[in-house]
């Protein structure tokens, strides 16, 4: 029996009035991301059998009844061929193949079509479930997962008001704009071997390093040494701004000096791209500096090659096409760069291939007070995340004044040497400062919902917690700017857009990412219809300057360019520390050299050469974002945690935490009885039917359903796989599939989200001081 705890007010008596603003509390974004699938749901249902289900329940009732185990292993082989026969269809579908195209187009002649060309009556081998399992993930993927990547995870922008109905008009087509991309690791290597063009580099701006800083003639090192350099040097160095060309700075005796800069690392002298969805236009730019017309020609060829290349990928309208104009560009690119098109195999992360494609969903939408009533007890849980980053903030306090007071002179040091000397002991430091907080978090949190033992369900109202939690997480601010945001993922579990206008629904929280904006990478703002309007909304929330980390190329944090932020603003100061990832032209650009770290009254600033000081955390954000991004979980640790309800809003789902060592069943040879026995399995761990499975922290989560065959050997691949020792996480499918309320002009049902933005008042220009 579910033991159900129950709050002060029934859910049919709620009232969805939305709440007057709190000053000490949030403010949401005006504009939010639509993230779905581009598949229906209901595709995954093929992949089901549910009499088979119910036939494995008898025998297993049955136990070891020769008879019964005859007549199921029978419908076992029936239903596993017809299986096969629903998996080929899928595997032949013309979108379905687009979309492997477009993520891995190899897989097309190496897997599906020998999959294909074998019928589903022949005898299963293990090469032939192999490629039904293939599928069967790609399938599953392309139909449940919530993704922002090609036409089967198309990006729409919707808002919010206070009107009191949400309406949304879904349009004829999926999507609605596509644009091709090249990935930026593949562009690098295009570069490298232009530049292996004899005559170039003279035409190259040289750039010195960021981490360098010049005091009359010596140049200071992060380290705080220093080299003697000739008047002559000096004055060269500082006119390797990254504009210059090398033959404007002087002629071939001149080259030789800046050839011993860059063996010396002091400059870098080469082709350098920002970090930009569109590096090919940026390579142009350096190349059309170059006044030699044979030499300029020459290296364009390689790029106008590759262009011509992308240019056939965006035409491609067909998994055929698609496929050709890629190995094309795979056969171009080897042949211009000797390099492979492809890296990071096996990864579920990182950009493989040469190119990718980013949609825009045909979607206008405007939410409105029946929704954001309902998801107001979201802020219960920003407040909790305020608190989390508080704790951080002040672990990183007291980590950075422990290394400025042993590296810094006279009271001030480079910001160059205080980053050298502080990455290691602040993420350390912090990092166990988190760990600890996510403890005290979790007790905080049950204590709060006061959980009874063995609840399946919690259920509380928004006006009997709001003290509580204030109560529970009370800081005065989150503790840097950077930490004023949070983005919550919430789904709407509604049969269809008319059951939310009638206040039949529910809000369910999906993740929760502290001290960040998810909608500011690069994949959500160039879908956006006007992305202008969103830098408005920074000026609201920042209307001064913010001093910002450029963008690395490697190092602690590593963002990929498509998820880099797209809402740094011209007037925002970016500081740069090892690499140059941003254009040397441009303004409010300051090397960390240059940047002065001074302690005044306990706390540290960082002062620009022109004089304007910063909060020193405002330097150290992506690090201190990476380390408490995902650190929000309310029953963390916890072999099962309950779904929690409060009013109308789910914030958290079931959940199961279970070591794959007790699930036997995975090494069970026969799939008849492994099937059986992952069915058994289930019930006693108590799980539902259909789940969600995720065996590590960077995987993507699968769709189980314990009465599809192939799911189940998935499923089984996954927990034999799975670290010894770690357990594999389990969460209940909500919403379930006939309460999807994203329909298309067919009536299919599609899986989405809607990523919201929450500014904290505590902190801003709106609320109180800063901490």
């Known amino acids: 029996m579910t033991a159900v705890a129950t709050g002060t007010r029934p859910d049919d008596q709620q009232s969805t009035e939305p709440e007057a603003a709190l000053p000490d509390g949030f403010r949401w974004w005006p504009e939010l991301v639509v993230r779905g699938a581009g598949f229906a749901a209901s595709g995954v249902l093929d992949l089901a059998d549910p009499d088979l289900g119910a036939m494995a329940a008898a025998v297993l009732a049955a136990e070891e009844n020769p008879e019964a185990w005859q007549r199921f292993r029978a419908a076992f082989a029936d239903a596993t061929t017809r299986m096969g026969v629903r998996l080929r269809e899928i595997a032949a579908s013309p979108r379905f193949q687009h979309a492997v195209a477009w993520q891995n187009h190899t897989l097309l002649p190496l897997a599906v079509e020998p999959f ?13 479930r192999q490629r039904e399992e293939l599928v069967a993930s790609y399938w599953q993927r392309y139909c449940m997962k919530n993704d922002s990547i090609g036409f089967f995870g198309p990006v729409g922008w919707a808002g919010w008001d206070d009107r009191p109905h949400s309406d949304v008009v879904v349009g004829d087509a999926l999507v609605r704009r596509s644009t091709v991309y090249f990935e930026t690791w593949a562009v690098d290597q295009l570069v490298a071997a232009i530049e292996a063009e004899p005559g170039l580099r003279r035409w190259l701006a040289p750039r010195r390093m960021p981490y360098l800083g010049l005091d009359g003639d010596d140049l200071v090192l992060p380290t705080g040494g220093r080299v003697a350099l000739t008047p002559a040097q000096a004055r060269l160095l500082r006119a390797c701004d990254g504009v210059a060309r090398a033959c404007d700075l002087g002629g071939p005796e001149t080259e030789a000096v800046l050839a011993d800069f860059a063996r010396r690392r002091w400059t870098t002298w080469r082709i350098e791209l920002p970090g930009d969805p569109f590096p ?21 060829r390689p790029l106008e090659l590759m262009e011509r290349c992308k240019a056939a990928v ?49 979607l206008d939408a405007v939410f409105g007070q029946d929704l954001m009533a309902a998801a107001l007890p979201v802020e219960l849980l920003a407040r909790g995340a305020r608190w989390l980053c508080r704790q951080a903030a002040d672990a990183a306090r007291v980590a950075l004044l422990e290394v400025h007071r042993r590296i810094a002179q006279d009271g001030s040091c480079a910001l160059s040497a ?13 990092g166990a400062a988190v760990a600890e907080a996510r403890t005290e978090y979790v007790r905080r949190w049950t204590s709060v919902f006061a959980v009874p033992d063995g609840a399946r369900a919690v259920r509380r109202t928004y006006a009997e917690l709001l003290p509580l939690v204030r109560s529970a997480f009370a800081v005065d601010g989150p503790g840097w700017n950077g930490a004023r945001y949070l983005s919550p993922d919430l789904m709407v579990s509604a049969p269809d857009l008319d059951a939310v206008r009638r206040g039949e629904f529910q809000v369910v929280v999906g993740e929760l990412h502290l001290a960040m904006n998810s909608q500011r990478s690069n994949c959500f703002v160039r879908q956006h219809p006007e992305p202008e309007t969103l830098l408005r909304h920074v000026d609201e929330d920042f209307p001064a300057p913010r001093l910002l980390p450029a963008p690395p190329r490697s190092g602690p944090v590593r963002r990929s360019v498509r998820t880099q932020s797209a809402l740094t603003r011209d007037r925002d100061v970016l500081v740069e520390f090892h690499h140059h990832t941003v254009a040397a032209d441009r303004p409010g650009l300051v090397p960390s050299a240059d940047i002065v770290v001074s302690e005044q009254d306990g706390e540290l600033v960082a002062v620009l050469p022109d004089g304007p000081r910063f909060d020193v955390l405002d330097v150290f954000s992506e690090v201190l974002m990476d380390l408490v991004l995902n650190a929000h979980s309310l029953f963390a640790g916890r072999a099962h945690a309950p779904r929690v309800v409060i009013d109308r809003c789910v914030v958290h789902r079931e959940t199961w935490r279970i070591d794959p060592a007790t699930a036997a069943f995975v090494k069970e040879k026969d799939e008849a009885r492994r099937f059986v026995a992952a069915r058994a399995w289930r019930v006693a761990a108590g799980l539902p039917s259909r789940v969600f499975a995720k065996a590590g922290a960077t995987d993507k989560p699968v769709y189980i359903d314990f009465d599809s065959p192939v799911l189940v050997n998935v499923l089984a691949k996954m927990l034999r796989g799975a670290e010894p020792g770690h357990a594999v996480g389990f969460t209940e499918l909500l919403p379930d599939l006939d309460h999807l309320w994203l329909v298309d002009q067919a009536g299919d049902r599609y899986t989405s989200e809607l990523r919201f933005a929450m500014v904290d008042r505590l902190g801003g220009p709106d609320g109180e001081d800063a901490p």
Do not use: I
């Not at 205080?418 to 350390?428: C, D, N, S, V, Y």
């Open 418 to 430: 205080m980053w050298a000397a502080a990455l290691g002991p602040l993420t350390k430091q912090v």
């Open 116 to 128: 294909l060309r074998r019928p589903a009556t022949e005898p299963r081998n293990s090469k032939n």
């Open 314 to 362: 965006a035409e491609a309208t067909d998994a055929a096409s698609l496929s050709a104009a890629l190995a094309a560009a795979d056969e171009t690119f080897h042949e211009l760069t000797g390099a492979a098109s492809k890296r990071n195999g096996g990864q579920a992360y990182g950009g493989r291939t040469l190119m990718y494609q980013d949609c825009a969903r045909d």
């Open 280 to 300: 090919e236009r940026s390579l142009r730019a350096v190349l059309a500096r170059v006044d030699d017309e044979g030499l300029r020609a020459r290296c364009l």
